[in-house]
Nanobody, 121 residues
Framework: VQLQASGGGLVQAGGSLKLSCAVSGRALSSYRMGWFRQAPGKEREFVASISWFDSATYYPDSVKGRFTISRDNAEKMVYLQINSLNPEDTAVYYC???????????????WGQGTQVTVSS
């Protein structure tokens, strides 16, 4: 699976942004897609995931209610809608893919190149 993220940029606090991830590969129905972010000086943080098979989503409590992950089967795209942006959301955002049942911490994860999101106060 190959991934290419896009859609980042400079946004004012309170604004919204929609990130996109183009997915190439086969047998995607057995995959779970995810979004992570990494702020300067911090570890990479999981923010959302979605099952390609049944669109089941999962979010950590830290972003629940503001982040929405979705996917488009026909276009092979995964999206991350971020609302009510605040400066703490400033980070490089990465899309990722793994087979269901594998850990996001393991070797079986494919990563996109990341897209920068900067939120000004």
């Amino acid at each position: 699976v190959q991934l290419q993220a896009s859609g980042g940029g400079l946004v004012q606090a309170g604004g919204s942004l929609k990130l996109s991830c183009a997915v190439s590969g086969r047998a995607l129905s057995s995959y779970r897609m995810g979004w992570f972010r990494q702020a300067p000086g911090k570890e990479r943080e999981f923010v959302a995931s979605i099952s390609w098979f049944d669109s089941a989503t999962y979010y950590p409590d830290s972003v629940k209610g503001r982040f929405t992950i979705s996917r488009d089967n026909a276009e092979k795209m995964v999206y991350l809608q971020i609302n009510s942006l605040n400066p703490e959301d400033t980070a490089v955002y990465y899309c990722a893919a793994k087979a269901e049942g594998l850990s996001w911490l393991g070797r079986g994860v494919s990563w996109g190149q990341g897209t920068q999101v900067t939120v000004s106060s």
